[in-house]
């Protein structure tokens, strides 16, 4: 390697690279350089190079010179979200290109309108490798002007390695290239077993994706990268057990974490995830109806309460370092202790959300930022300040919707630490009874310590669906819409709204007819609910006397128990996925066995269907290495992962044999295509049943999910004890449409006549053999669902615990003869939406 000489690949003023007011940049988190503030508007090449990377927003490119250095040049802070307005790009990937040729041409006078700063960072990226040993700056500079000389630090070239999965030395640092099998990426989950991983190692282990670099022990750092699926990135490793580090990390990416899907060179990269951060309008449309995304379901009446996160002003200038270093590290010390008090009382959902914060909080790239701002002089609430808004700005401007939703955790974060360092308690906020809270964005910590009594609801201006504040709201039974625009901000404190999330709407100062419509509403469902509630542990039979087992969903022992409390005359499916995901490695016998009978002992003595593992497409289990599938919905998953790895289900059907009493257990197999699938676990039972003594019945079912096992029915029933359809995988699979396709959600509905002509087939084909057959999907907890399956022939609905008790008084105000008539007429529908209109009107009547 040998010494290398940038020149200013800018007209401007070149200033030191901690003047850029952006923490990411100030604080060498990318690289170490210089910045420029342009006077011209075309950005050279500084030095004979090939073009690494340009970014998709054209607003940034990475160069490699011939002497491995890689310069980083990003046009203004913050153009990510110009998407590329203002910019042209004159060289593409791969180029050669000479000193001084034109990268990329700019409209300055655009960007200086439309972006918070023009300030160019020019830095180098691979500091393992090189040094900045000169720099030119607070100077005017041309283009061509000398601006910086670097040097390599060790001998050796620091050659990236071109294809995919080879190891280069760089200067003591070793490397490998991986593409990323993830279907989402590397987003906040896997960001965190990469951290876990590294943590087992004291190498030094980060990851390159393109222009940017992250500390494989920062989970903020690596989400920020925006890795996408079929990405490929670089992780580098130096220090004693580098080898074993890397090795390790790329065993993890390359393994896909249970989230594997395609990744092949012709596949494109997807485009973001519609974004459900943008804001909708800013002033209140005429009819005074607002439009949002449902973050958590339910109608609820009540008074305008804003919300604004009182900012806290911070001082620039701190004492001295050494006093800002302890204030800094005490207030760390001080929300570590609050949130880990509050963890250890809290459900698993705020649990989730709770160590989500701890994690950021141990963030190493995190506080090295705010500690080296507190050592230029800032203060330790400014230092943190600007660390957290550096990748604040880092995520929202990644222009993905999943990774923006993050960025409330971040600001709940750095408001605690503030909070902290002035001394204040987290305080509820006094509100008024049936308050719904209107804010720009809600913090999870900010919900978590309001009166769920006092909350009709609330409504955000930005935020997303998945967001950690709309699974507390969801948790909490708290309705709420989030994206529903800056409108939402100009309605007055104490304004009367109807916010109805089901259909996605927040009427603003309904008119009297609107209000007592909705009043009513509330209170014929206010009414039901509790009617249903006090006769929930009746029995169930129709008007003209067929009986109906209605039984709950369970995923883990508490449904098990709520189920009970609702009604339910036992366990219709219990997921028992729920106990092998979000692990290392499975449970084994000992640990399944105490599950299942906890659970069974919960139901105290009623049916309990355990259904065998269905893990796979939708649903990834770490341990288990599934090989990437260009189509995970049609792959590897269900009963097949099953057979595929039967030690797996024999320790399954071994810890449920051992259950007691014997009996009260029975086994279900997910996704079955075939009669051989039935009669391959019939034989591990049968085997698991000799090796355990066990000489009693045990009933053997299959679930009904693809239109196979629907069509077929006559023979799966012919060996099967019962038939339960799983609506939510039939449904997928009998309309093509993905389950998960948010663009789709509309229209995937179990209440198409195909859904249904297969839900009849499959009663006509467990008749033949006297077989009974339930539905265990999401159509068993869908009221308006319930009369038409009961008419195709459904004698056993397994629905989620809240709703046992609405679904059991329904089937007993129902007469079997109409519901068959019902039945037989939405057959001949045309659409699901004909059905439903069909459905309500026949409940109208009920
Ligand atoms: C179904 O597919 O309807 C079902 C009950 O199984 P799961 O939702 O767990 O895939
Ligand atoms: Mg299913």
């Known amino acids: 390697m040998s010494n290398l000489v940038l020149s200013s690949p800018l007209k401007g003023w070149i200033a030191p690279l901690e003047e850029t007011p952006d923490a990411v940049?100030?604080?060498?988190?990318?690289?170490?350089?210089?910045?420029?503030?342009?006077?011209?508007?075309?950005?050279?090449?500084?030095?004979?190079?090939?073009?690494?990377?340009?970014?998709?927003a054209r607003h940034a490119v990475t160069l490699r010179a011939a002497n491995g250095a890689e310069i980083l040049m990003h046009l203004g802070l913050d153009t990510v979200a110009l998407a590329g307005a203002g910019f042209e790009v004159l060289v593409g990937e791969g180029q050669s290109v000479r000193a001084g040729e034109p990268l990329i041409a700019f409209d300055l006078d655009f960007l200086a309108q439309n972006v918070r700063s023009l300030i160019t960072p020019i830095v180098v990226t691979n500091l393992d490798a090189?040094?900045?040993?000169?720099?030119?700056?607070?100077?005017?500079?041309e283009v061509g002007d000398e601006l910086m000389a670097l040097s390599p630090i060790a001998a050796e070239t620091a050659e990236s390695a071109a294809g995919a999965s080879t190891v280069a030395e760089a200067g003591g640092e070793i490397v490998r290239r991986v593409v990323v099998p993830l279907v989402h990426g590397l987003h906040a989950r896997p960001a965190a077993r990469i951290?876990?991983?590294?943590?087992?190692?004291t190498a030094e282990v980060a990851l390159v994706a393109g222009e940017r670099r992250a500390s494989a022990r920062s989970p903020v750092g690596v989400m920020a990268l925006a890795v996408r699926h079929g990405d490929s990135l670089s992780i580098t490793a130096s220090g004693p057990d580098a080898e074993a580090a890397l090795a390790a990390v790329a065993e993890l990416i390359e393994g896909g974490m249970g989230e594997g899907g395609p990744v092949a060179a012709h596949v494109p990269t997807p485009s973001p995830a519609p974004s459900s951060v943008e804001a909708g309008p800013v002033t209140l449309p005429r009819d005074g109806v607002l439009k949002g995304v449902l973050a958590a379901p339910g109608l609820a009446i009540g008074k305008a309460v804003r919300l604004s996160s009182s900012e806290i002003t911070v001082r620039e200038l701190g004492d001295n370092p050494g006093h800002e270093h302890t204030a800094l590290t005490q207030a760390l010390e001080t929300v570590r202790a609050r949130l880990e008090a509050a963890a250890a009382r809290s459900d698993k959902a705020r649990q989730a959300i709770l160590n989500a914060h701890l994690a950021f909080l141990d963030d190493p790239e995190l506080s090295a930022v705010a500690r080296a701002l507190i050592d230029q002089g800032k203060s330790a609430g400014f230092a943190w300040r600007g660390a957290v808004g550096g990748y604040v700005d880092a995520l929202r401007g990644l222009?993905?919707?999943?990774?923006?939703?993050?960025?409330?955790d971040l600001i709940d974060l750095e408001r605690q630490v503030l909070r902290a360092l002035i001394g204040e308690e987290e305080s509820a906020a006094a509100l008024p009874a049936g308050a719904i809270l209107l804010a720009d964005e809600l913090l999870p910590s900010q919900l978590m310590g309001v009166d769920p009594g006092l909350v009709a609801g609330f409504c955000?201006?930005?935020?997303?669906?998945?967001?950690?504040?709309?699974?507390?709201?969801?948790?909490?039974?708290?309705?709420?819409?989030?994206?529903?625009?800056g409108a939402v901000l100009t309605v007055a404190d104490g304004t009367a709204l109807i916010l109805d999330a089901d259909s996605g709407q927040l009427r603003v100062a309904p008119d009297a007819p609107a209000l007592e419509a909705a009043q009513t509403r509330l209170a014929q469902r206010q009414e039901r609910k509790a009617r249903a509630k006090a006769s929930a542990h009746q029995s169930c039979v129709t008007l003209d006397g067929q009986r109906i087992a209605v039984f709950g969903n369970v995923g883990a022992l508490g449904d098990a128990v709520a189920a009970a409390a609702n009604g339910a005359e036992g366990c219709g499916l219990l997921r028992t996925e729920f106990l092998f995901l979000e692990r290392d490695t499975p449970p084994d016998e000992d640990e399944q066995a105490r599950q299942y009978q906890a659970i069974a002992s919960a139901l105290d003595g009623k049916p309990l269907i355990i259904r065998t593992l269905d893990v796979g497409g939708d649903k990834a289990a770490p341990y288990l290495p599934i090989p990437a599938e260009e189509n995970p919905a049609l792959g590897l998953r269900g009963v097949r992962v099953s057979l595929w790895r039967p030690h797996l289900l024999k320790t399954q059907i071994r810890a449920i044999l051992r259950a007691r009493p014997v009996g009260q257990c029975r086994i279900m197999v997910p996704m079955i295509a075939s009669l051989d699938e039935l009669r391959a676990v019939r034989a591990v039972l049968d085997e698991a049943k000799r090796e355990l003594g066990v000489t009693e019945r045990v009933e053997l079912g299959v679930m009904i999910e693809t239109p196979a096992a629907a069509v077929t029915a006559d023979l799966l029933a012919a060996e099967a004890d019962f038939l339960s359809i799983g609506t939510n995988d039939l449904t997928q699979y009998v309309l093509a449409m993905d389950r998960g396709n948010p663009e789709l959600a509309a229209r995937i509905d179990a209440l198409h006549p195909a859904v249904l002509r297969m839900i009849a087939q499959t009663c006509a084909g467990a008749a033949k053999h006297q077989r009974w057959v339930g539905v265990c999907g999401g159509a068993a907890s869908d009221l308006a669902a319930v009369p038409i399956l009961l008419g195709l022939g459904v004698t056993e609905l397994s629905a989620t615990a809240a709703i046992l008790p609405e679904v059991k008084a329904l089937v007993r105000a129902l007469d079997l003869a109409a519901c068959r008539t019902l039945a037989a007429r939405a057959l001949e529908l045309t659409s699901s939406e004909a059905v439903r209109d069909a459905a309500q009107s026949f409940l109208a009547g009920v």
């Open 460 to 485: 955000t201006a930005r935020g997303g669906p998945t967001s950690h504040v709309a699974i507390l709201a969801a948790a909490m039974g708290i309705p709420a819409l989030v994206a529903v625009g």
């Open 130 to 141: 090189f040094r900045i040993v000169r720099r030119q700056q607070d100077r005017a500079a």
């Open 399 to 408: 222009g993905d919707a999943r990774l923006a939703e993050r960025v409330d």
């Open 25 to 56: 940049f100030a604080g060498r988190m990318l690289g170490d350089g210089l910045a420029i503030d342009p006077t011209g508007s075309v950005l050279h090449a500084p030095c004979d190079a090939v073009v690494l990377t340009v970014h998709r």
């Open 195 to 201: 951290v876990e991983t590294v943590r087992a190692f």
